[in-house]
C-alpha cells in the first residue's frame, strides 16, 4: 500500500484503538485517499499495550496527527476491561452480552471523534465495529451506526449547516478471516496490533480470552500466520 501523504486529500478522523480492526479501518482510509487523523482514547483499560500498537500502527500508515486522549472510564467501571473483575477465557453464552462490554464505549469514543472531526473539518468518521465477530456488544451493530449519523446530523453545527457527517464502518459486515485478509491485501504487518483482552506478565496474548479465540480463529481461516503471536 502506498503510504504517501496526500497533502490535497480530503480529511478522516479515524478510531485507532491499536486493534486488527482498527488498524485495517485505518489503512481503508489511506488507500481511500484521506489525510488521516487518528484518535486513541487511553480510556485507562486492562490491556494498555494496545495503547503502543495504536503507534506503531500511525507511524506505519502516515497519519497527518495522531491523538491519544485520557479519558479514565475506569471511574466508572462495570467492565472486566475498566474495573476488577476477571475476563472470561471460557466464551460467552449466545444472545448474552459479555462482561468485557464497556457501558456505552462507543457512543462516548464516536461523540469525541465527532468532535475533532468537526473541529478539523472533517466530514468522514472510521470506526471498526463488526455486525459478525463482535462478541455481542450492542454498540457494534449496523442500527448503532445507523442512530448515531443521525445523532450528528442533528448535534452539530455542520450537520444543521446541510454539511453532514459519514460514519464509515467497512467492517461491518466481514468476519475475522476476511479481516485478516485484507490486512494482507493492505501490506498491513498483522503484528503491528492487538487485540487481547488480558495480557500475560510478559506481554503476551493470553489465547483464552474472547478477542484472542475469535482473532485466532479468523487467522486460521484465512490460512494466514499472526505475525501478533507468530
Not at 139 to 158: M, N, S
Request: with cysteine; hydrophobic share 40%; charged share 25%.
Amino acid at each position: 500500500m502506498d503510504i504517501t501523504e496526500n497533502k490535497g486529500a480530503r480529511r478522516a478522523v479515524v478510531l485507532l484503538s491499536g486493534g486488527l480492526d482498527s488498524m485495517v479501518c485505518a489503512g481503508l482510509a489511506k488507500e481511500a485517499g484521506f489525510n488521516v487523523l487518528a484518535l486513541t482514547i487511553d480510556y485507562n483499560q486492562r490491556h494498555r499495550v494496545e495503547l503502543d500498537a495504536a503507534a506503531r500502527i500511525a507511524r506505519h500508515i502516515g497519519v497527518e496527527r495522531h491523538i491519544v486522549l485520557p479519558l479514565d472510564l475506569r471511574g466508572f467501571g462495570g467492565s472486566a476491561l475498566t474495573d476488577d473483575i476477571d475476563v472470561p477465557k471460557s466464551g460467552v453464552e449466545e444472545d448474552d452480552i459479555p462482561v468485557t462490554y464497556v457501558p456505552a464505549r462507543n457512543t462516548i469514543f464516536l461523540s469525541v471523534a465527532l468532535g475533532w472531526a468537526e473541529a478539523a473539518g472533517a466530514r468522514d468518521i472510521y470506526v471498526g465495529v463488526n455486525a459478525l465477530d463482535y462478541s455481542g456488544y450492542p454498540d457494534c451493530r449496523p442500527e448503532f451506526i445507523a442512530g448515531f449519523e443521525k445523532l450528528a446530523e442533528l448535534a452539530t453545527k455542520a450537520g444543521v449547516n446541510g454539511e453532514p457527517f459519514k460514519f464509515r464502518a467497512p467492517l461491518q459486515y466481514m468476519g475475522k478471516a476476511e479481516i485478516a485478509k485484507e490486512a494482507a491485501r493492505l501490506g498491513l504487518d498483522s503484528g503491528m496490533s492487538w487485540s487481547c483482552y488480558d495480557p500475560t506478565p510478559e506481554g503476551k496474548p493470553c489465547g483464552g480470552c474472547d478477542s484472542c479465540r475469535l482473532r485466532a480463529k479468523g487467522f486460521e481461516e484465512a490460512g494466514l500466520v499472526d505475525g501478533a503471536v507468530a
